[in-house]
Structures are given as structure tokens and as C-alpha cells.
């Protein structure tokens, strides 16, 4: 399997810390030191800014790297944690929004901040088996929808943005997938969870009193449960590739909290040069997080062909995945 191109969209309005610390009891300073972000992206509904719109700019993007036109994809996966609406799914919205005309399927994918690394394994084995030649993978996330802006545990984390990939079989020599793992562990899926807004608690009255519409959140919880998955699953592709972290070109991990970041760096001796960090520019985009920083480091020619990537994720669920591709 190979990447043929990428793209991303971010919205252009910004809520940088000192927005918050005019708003909640908090600071700058306060969020920096635990989490490293800076500012975030958010889209403004006024403008059309939802998943569909996002993941279309960022498909846009991708379709022109890769030289390719709408109909040249013959599956759509659509990582999505909150989509445009329960149904029709959001990839077939995109699909109508590029235009396309094949019918190609169109499939959503619900595994929160891990959705990108699900996708790109569910891919993987669709291109090897020659069932699909050209697939778009999409992470895409509009999670300021949900936040609870009074609370400053959990709004400040996340922000809104979209990655896209293109995928299909390998023509330029070495591009592989050499590792893939992915998990869950559903005992502690309500660690990181939204309670309400479907079919086992509708909105009502009581839950918009109780604000229970919100993210809530055990950060502490979560913060060590990512540490130790995360580097349990990066070992695991590690052996699986027989590969060690010096042979390691870029570790892209999941930008939820640069903090995570850093424990799971140094443990496998991964200097700072070599890890792809956007975090204080857009916060936790969730599953849009990894094609995003992705798109970004290929741009600025950072990620050359045949070089190794890293790539880690961990989320709601509690789903986790980790992966090694040579670029």
C-alpha cells in the first residue's frame, strides 16, 4: 500500500489561550504547561464549517497531490467521532459534495481518536487483496460542537480540522505497511465519554439542565491509560516490523496533549527532531489529528519516500492503534 497524496483543512478562526483565561478561571500559563497547546481551530457554523465541507477541502487537496479525479476513488472511509447528522453517514454526504458519480461505498467509521489508524489498517488489507484501487481516508472531527465551554478541563483540549489520504497499491518500489495493532479496552470506556444525544439517552429537557449533551472526561484516567497503551502498541509494531526505534524516520503520534507526547518519546529515545508535533497550533482534532500533521510534514518536505513512519493514536473507547508505514 501506498500514500498517494494527502491534504487538510483547518478553519480559520482562532481561540488561542488567552481567550480562555478571559472566560474561565484559568490561564496561558495553566493550560501550556499541562497540555502544550497554545491555540485551537474552530469552525463557524455560519459559514457552512461542518465535517462534510472540511472533509471536502481536505479531499480536494489530496485528489490534486495525487493527481486524481473524484471518480478515481472507489471507496470512501470517513473517520468521524460527531458526524453531520446520524444519517445518511458523512461519506456519502462528501461523496455528493465531490461530485461523484461512480457509487462507489461509503463507509463511516466510529472509533474516536484511533479512527484514522483503524481506517489506514482497514484500507491496507482492501488495496493488498486488490478489492480497492484507489481509497480516500478521511479524519475529520467538529468535536466544538460538544464542548462544554465552561468547563476548563475539557474545552480547552480539543479543536476542529480535517486530514485526507489517498491509498492504493504500491508503485513506488519499498511503500508498504510493515506493522499494524489496533485495541480496545471497554472497561474504561467511560473515561472519555458523551452521554447523551442518541439512542440510549435522546435530548431532553433534563439532559440539556443536567448538561449531560457535554464531553466529560477523567483526565487522569485517561492521561495514564494512553501513556501505557501507547507505548505497549509502538513496541508491539516495533517487533512485528523487527525494526528498532533508530530505524524510526518520524513518529506522527496522535496530538492530544503534548505531555502524552513526551512520555511516550522518551521511552522509546525518540529525540524531538524526530517526532511531527502540531499540538499547540490546533489542539486535540481527534482522529483528524495524525493526517493532518501528516499532510503537513510531506508539504514542508520534512517525510521523503522510503523513510519509515511511526504512527500512534489512543481514544474513547478506550480504542488505541499504532502503525508502521514505509513512505
Known amino acids: 500500500m501506498e500514500i498517494k497524496g494527502t491534504g ?13 483565561a478571559s472566560i474561565l478561571d484559568t490561564s496561558d500559563e495553566w493550560i501550556t504547561e499541562r ?9 463557524d457554523p455560519d459559514k457552512g464549517e461542518f465535517p462534510s465541507y472540511m472533509a471536502e477541502m481536505a479531499a480536494k487537496r489530496a485528489l490534486a497531490a495525487a493527481n486524481l479525479e473524484a471518480n478515481d476513488i472507489d471507496l470512501i472511509l470517513f473517520s468521524i467521532t460527531i458526524p453531520d447528522m446520524f444519517f445518511p453517514n458523512t461519506s456519502s454526504v462528501l461523496q455528493a459534495r465531490l461530485g461523484m458519480t461512480n457509487q462507489c461505498p461509503c463507509l463511516d467509521i466510529s472509533a474516536a481518536c484511533s479512527g484514522y489508524l483503524y481506517g489506514l489498517t482497514i484500507a491496507n488489507s482492501l488495496i493488498e487483496t486488490g478489492t480497492y484501487q484507489n481509497i480516500l481516508l478521511i479524519g475529520c472531527e467538529m468535536t466544538s460542537r460538544f464542548n462544554n465551554w465552561e468547563d ?3 474545552c480547552i483540549l480539543f479543536g476542529d480540522g480535517c486530514g485526507a489520504t489517498i491509498l ?8 508498504k505497511m510493515l506493522a499494524s495493532q489496533l485495541s480496545s479496552d471497554s472497561s474504561k470506556r467511560e473515561a472519555l ?4 444525544g442518541a439512542a440510549q439517552k435522546p435530548i431532553t429537557e433534563e439532559v440539556l439542565k443536567n448538561k449531560e449533551q457535554y464531553v466529560t472526561m477523567d483526565g487522569q484516567q485517561v492521561f495514564k491509560a494512553a501513556v501505557k497503551t501507547l507505548a505497549a502498541n509502538c513496541e508491539n509494531v516495533l517487533k512485528t516490523a523487527e525494526l528498532n526505534h533508530e530505524q524510526i524516520d518520524w513518529f506522527i503520534p496522535h496530538q492530544a496533549n503534548l505531555r502524552i ?14 517526532c511531527i508535533i502540531n499540538v499547540q497550533k490546533y489542539a486535540n482534532t481527534s ?11 510531506i508539504r514542508a518536505g520534512k517525510i521523503q519516500r522510503g523513510q519509515n513512519l511511526l504512527m500512534a493514536a489512543f481514544g474513547a473507547g478506550l480504542t488505541a492503534g499504532a502503525a508502521i508505514l514505509k513512505y
Open 8 to 20: 487538510h483543512f483547518v478553519p480559520e478562526k482562532i481561540l488561542d489561550n488567552h481567550y480562555f
Open 35 to 43: 497540555t502544550g497547546i497554545k491555540e485551537r481551530r474552530v469552525c
Open 152 to 154: 476548563r478541563n475539557t
Open 168 to 175: 492504493g497499491p504500491s508503485t513506488n518500489g519499498p511503500s
Open 193 to 196: 465519554i458523551l452521554y447523551a
Open 261 to 274: 507526547i513526551e512520555a511516550v518519546a522518551h521511552r522509546f529515545k525518540f529525540p524531538a527532531e524526530k
Open 287 to 297: 482522529s483528524a489529528s495524525i493526517p493532518i500533521a501528516l499532510d503537513e510534514a
